[in-house]
């Protein structure tokens, strides 16, 4: 009854003109969408283990997605924005679109790529290099999927000098537990993390990673970047190691910062010019990676942090950009509301 109620409410905002307005009003402006995965309907089938697809995008959700910004925005690559910016660009009435990938999963290329070019639209790629052409585990899909997975029904961890309890006998109870454990090691310096990590995998030995499902967790080979590439994709860097920058020390981002642009430059023989952030919160960078960023010519850099780009203003907050993060809970009418800025997401 509640997702009928919300979803009869974003129809009203669309067939009232309200969102139309908001798009009008926005015409001036860049919404930028982030997504992670796109899979086939048919191949999300695991219902208990939902919780591990809320990023992820049905392939039939996103050409749906991707036919109606066609309609209703100006698709816009990176290489354009500075055209947006500079005021070379004919004036419209309507808002531009950009839509970026976090991460670098394999099903991006298989099931995204293939909409992207059937439509027309460039896609923005941000990709953790390390990971690349393999099935090794981000730290914070690791931390959810070994709690969502144990039968254990309780998880106790010392982190910085505190012991916490985390019940994990439940399905809610281990989201809960997920989402507490991420959001208290993302504040936490990088060989804390390390640790944790390791004392959860002596507690969870029942998990078995050989067991993590391709079709969501498998990363890019080169290869397919380079052909994505080829017809026109562009790719970032997403750091060579999903660490987020706040995790690091100064020597430590200038590092993975710049190696991540190498090898990406390396590969695809394209200029890395873009990054994003993982996790991407407010208090996840600072002013120190933004001059880091500066430095080593990277040209944008963007956050999770939900909003909208006006275009007189991206200058100003070009390694600070704003996004809307799509999820897998998202229906059509509700997307729709949440791009146009009538729905707070």
Same mark, same amino acid.
């Not at 639209?121 to 393999?134: A, N, R």
């Not at 967790?217 to 750091?239: A, K, L, N, P, V």
């Given at each position: 009854?509640?997702?009928? $109620?919300?979803? %009869?409410?974003?129809?009203?905002? =669309?067939? &009232? ?13 860049? @919404?930028?969408?982030?997504? #992670? ?8 089938? %695991?219902? =208990? #283990? ?6 992820? @995008? ?6 749906? *997605? ?9 698709? $816009? &690559? $990176? ?31 298989? +099931? ?21 052409? !393999? *099935? ?8 959810? +999927? ?41 504040? *936490? ?18 998990? @078995? $990673? ?10 890019? !080979? ?20 999903? /660490? ?15 190696? !991540?642009?190498?090898?990406?430059? *390396?590969?695809?023989? =394209?200029?890395?010019?873009? /990054? ?9 960078? !600072? ?10 010519? +990277?040209?944008?850099? /963007? ?5 909208? %780009? ?8 070009? +390694? ?26």
């Amino acid at each position: 009854m509640k997702a009928w $109620l919300k979803n %009869n409410l974003a129809n009203l905002l =669309e067939y &009232s003109g309200l969102n139309a307005l908001k798009r009008w009003l926005r015409q001036n402006s860049v @919404v930028v969408l982030t997504y #992670h995965g796109v899979i086939p309907r048919d191949l999300i089938k %695991n219902e =208990e #283990h939902l919780f591990e697809y809320r990023n992820v @995008v049905t392939q039939e959700d996103f050409e749906k *997605q991707i036919q109606f910004v066609r309609r209703h925005y100006i698709p $816009l &690559s $990176l290489n354009e924005l500075q055209e947006v910016i500079g005021g070379r660009r004919q004036k419209v009435c309507r808002p531009y679109i950009l839509i970026t990938f976090d991460d670098g999963f394999e099903n991006n290329y298989k +099931y995204a790529f293939p909409v992207l070019k059937k439509y027309g639209v460039v896609g923005h790629f941000f990709l953790t290099t390390d990971f690349m052409g !393999s *099935q090794k585990m981000l730290w914070t899909e690791e931390v959810n +999927y070994r709690i969502m997975h144990t039968q254990k029904k309780r998880i106790e961890l010392v982190i910085g000098g505190h012991r916490y309890e985390f019940p994990t006998g439940t399905v809610a109870q281990k989201e809960h537990a997920s989402i507490r454990l991420r959001r208290i090691l993302k504040l *936490q310096r990088r060989p804390v993390i390390v640790e944790v990590l390791r004392e959860l995998r002596e507690q969870t030995p029942d998990v @078995v $990673l050989e067991a993590l499902t391709p079709e969501r967790y498998r990363f890019m !080979s080169w290869d397919q970047i380079r052909e994505m590439s080829r017809s026109g994709m562009i790719f970032g860097s997403h750091t060579t190691h999903h /660490f987020l920058l706040n995790n690091l020390t100064a020597e430590e981002v200038a590092h993975t910062l710049a190696e !991540s642009k190498r090898v990406i430059e *390396q590969e695809t023989r =394209e200029t890395c010019n873009y /990054f994003s952030y993982p996790n991407g919160e407010k208090e996840n960078f !600072s002013e120190r990676d933004t001059r880091i960023l500066m430095r080593l010519g +990277y040209r944008f850099a /963007f956050t999770q942090i939900p909003g909208f %780009n006006e275009a007189d203003f991206i200058p100003l907050r070009r +390694y600070a950009l704003y996004r809307i993060n799509i999820s897998h809970f998202m229906s059509l009418p509700i997307f729709k509301s949440i791009i146009a800025g009538t729905w707070i997401h």
